[in-house]
C-alpha cells in the first residue's frame, strides 16, 4: 500500500507540472497557419532578410546611404572611366558540362566600393543596375573596387583597376554564392 500511495503522489506531481506547462506555455505566433520558406534575399548593403508576415514577403532592407564623395573634382582631360558587369555564381548545385543555360552565373544588382589604392580611402561608392552594369568616371590613377556582398555568401572578389585619361576600362567582377 505504501509503494501504491508514493507512485500515486508521483503521478499527481508529474501530471501536475505538465498541466501547468501546458497552461502557462507561450502562444505560437499564428500567421494564418502558413509556414515560410527559408529563402533570404541579399540587400544592397549587403546584409541579409528572410520572408516573414502572413504571405510570406520579404521583410524590408535596411536603409543604406553610400558614403560621400571625397574625390576632389577634377579636369575632364584628367579623368578615364571603369565599367563592367558584377554576377552571382553558380547557380546550381551540380554543374554540368556542356553547361546547363540555366545555370548560368547571373547578374548582381549590389553597391560597389571604390578604393584608391595610393591611400586606401573609399573615393566613390557605386550602385550596380538590375542587370549588374556599372561604370563611373575616376580620376586617373589605380582603384580597387570592392563589390559589397553579404557576411558570408556571396562573396565577391575585389578587382584593381588602372584609369587612364579618356579611355574606358572594362572590369568584371565575379561573385561566389556558395552554392555547390
Known amino acids: 500500500m505504501k509503494y501504491l500511495l508514493?507512485?500515486?503522489?508521483?503521478?499527481?506531481?508529474?501530471?501536475?507540472?505538465?498541466?501547468?506547462?501546458?497552461h502557462y506555455r507561450s502562444p505560437a505566433?499564428?500567421?494564418?497557419?502558413?509556414?515560410?520558406?527559408?529563402?533570404?534575399?541579399?540587400?544592397p548593403d549587403g546584409s541579409v532578410v528572410g520572408r516573414t508576415g502572413p504571405k510570406c514577403e520579404f521583410?524590408?532592407?535596411?536603409?543604406?546611404?553610400?558614403?560621400a564623395s571625397t574625390t576632389p573634382p577634377v579636369s575632364k582631360s584628367e579623368e578615364g572611366s571603369v565599367l563592367g558587369r558584377i554576377t552571382l555564381g553558380p547557380t546550381c548545385p551540380i554543374e554540368r558540362n556542356p553547361p546547363d543555360p540555366n545555370c548560368a552565373p547571373r547578374p548582381y544588382q549590389t553597391y560597389v566600393n571604390i578604393i584608391n589604392l595610393s591611400n586606401s580611402k573609399v573615393v566613390k561608392t557605386i550602385k550596380s543596375d538590375s542587370n549588374g552594369q556599372f561604370s563611373?568616371?575616376?580620376?586617373?590613377?589605380?582603384?580597387?573596387?570592392?563589390?559589397?556582398?553579404?557576411?558570408?555568401?556571396?562573396?565577391?572578389?575585389?578587382?584593381?583597376?588602372?584609369?587612364i585619361a579618356n579611355k574606358n576600362t572594362v572590369s568584371d567582377i565575379s561573385c561566389d554564392t556558395g552554392i555547390r
Open 136 to 163: 563611373t568616371n575616376l580620376s586617373v590613377g589605380s582603384y580597387r573596387l570592392d563589390a559589397l556582398g553579404a557576411q558570408v555568401y556571396p562573396r565577391c572578389s575585389p578587382v584593381e583597376v588602372k584609369i
Open 29 to 43: 505566433p499564428d500567421n494564418g497557419g502558413v509556414a515560410c520558406t527559408m529563402e533570404a534575399k541579399i540587400c
Open 59 to 67: 521583410a524590408e532592407c535596411p536603409a543604406y546611404s553610400p558614403p
Open 6 to 22: 508514493v507512485t500515486l503522489g508521483i503521478v499527481l506531481v508529474v501530471g501536475g507540472g505538465v498541466a501547468l506547462a501546458y
